[in-house]
């Protein structure tokens, strides 16, 4: 399986609700700089912390955090499929 590389619309919404980083960062329980790396693609987030930010923005993972290029339902198929593979 070709390896997914995913990008981030944490900065766009976040402009978008004209949330600051500091109060954004205040309300995840996270520090200002450990967001600003999630929002410039320099921090691996858990899926709970991807979980916690998509409910921030009462959005789905999926459009907060979505696939770079190719076709995206068949990555997230095949990367469903992995996981119950391993579980």
Do not use: H
């Given at each position: 399986?070709?390896?997914?590389?995913?990008?981030?619309?944490?900065?766009?919404?976040?402009?978008?609700?004209?949330?600051?980083?500091?109060?954004?960062?205040?309300?995840?329980?996270?520090?200002?700089?450990?967001?600003?790396?999630?929002?410039?693609?320099?921090q691996n987030l858990?899926?709970?912390?991807?979980?916690?930010?998509?409910?921030?923005?009462?959005?789905?993972?999926?459009?907060?955090?979505?696939?770079?290029?190719?076709?995206?339902?068949?990555?997230?198929?095949?990367?469903?499929?992995?996981?119950?593979?391993?579980?």
């Amino acid at each position: 399986m070709k390896e997914m590389i995913y990008t981030n619309e944490v900065y766009n919404l976040r402009k978008e609700i004209g949330v600051s980083q500091f109060r954004m960062s205040e309300d995840l329980g996270i520090s200002r700089r450990a967001l600003s790396k999630i929002e410039n693609g320099e921090q691996n987030l858990s899926l709970g912390m991807a979980y916690r930010i998509s409910a921030y923005f009462n959005r789905i993972v999926t459009d907060v955090f979505p696939l770079q290029g190719g076709d995206q339902l068949a990555s997230y198929t095949a990367l469903a499929e992995k996981e119950r593979s391993i579980g």
